[in-house]
């Protein structure tokens, strides 16, 4: 007798839980034709009385932190970087989105997800949760808890990144619950074409 391993990666067949960034059975997808800023969040896709904070292209030289916050290589290799935010007026909420374009999925299969570009130092006093996601083809997200000095509170941001053909993506909240981040992040995904 033999048991039927599923999904079973080498057996020609890209089955459920499988993807092209973790399984040569599955076909990689083609890349994207769009630019980041057709990506991008606006004020239809983010809740009722947000303004936008910022909407820009941006440079590598503006996120380049990979020696200071220990970023793998790979994550810097993208061609095309974007990033839109927005703000809830008299309030501390806030949501942020940053997209890069790779010139191929070959640079994004490489990318090593434990830390991301939004993710700053783990040594801190910031405490990280893990929290498993499904959207795209990878995809980790995260309850980061910061400690508000001299005062006995905290606020929690969620960040998510996820990666769909040749496009990576974080969105976080600040402020704001999960589910919330999970629907802008399913937003997000379903404009790449």
């Not at 932190?65 to 290589?73: F, G, Q, T």
């Amino acid at each position: 007798m033999h048991d039927e391993i599923i999904p079973c990666c080498g057996n020609k067949i890209c089955e459920d839980g499988e993807n092209f960034l973790i399984c040569n059975d599955c076909i990689e997808p083609r890349k994207t034709a769009m630019k980041p800023s057709e990506l991008a969040f606006d004020l239809k896709d983010i809740p009722d009385n947000y303004i936008i904070k910022e909407r820009r292209h941006i440079s590598k030289s503006e996120v380049n932190v990979s020696e200071a916050y220990n970023i793998s290589k790979e994550l810097m290799q993208w061609n095309e970087g974007y990033i839109a935010s927005f703000t809830k007026e008299d309030s501390f909420n806030a949501i942020g989105q940053r997209i890069y374009i790779y010139p191929a999925t070959e640079n994004i299969a490489k990318m090593d997800f434990s830390q991301g570009i939004f993710l700053m130092d783990e040594n801190s006093l910031d405490t990280y949760e893990k929290i498993p996601c499904d959207i795209g083809d990878k995809c980790i997200s995260w309850k980061i808890t910061y400690p508000i000095e001299g005062e006995h509170k905290e606020v929690t941001t969620y960040a998510l990144y996820f990666v769909k053909m040749n496009v990576y993506e974080d969105i976080f909240v600040f402020g704001l619950d999960y589910e919330l981040l999970v629907d802008l992040a399913k937003k997000a995904e379903a404009k790449i074409k």
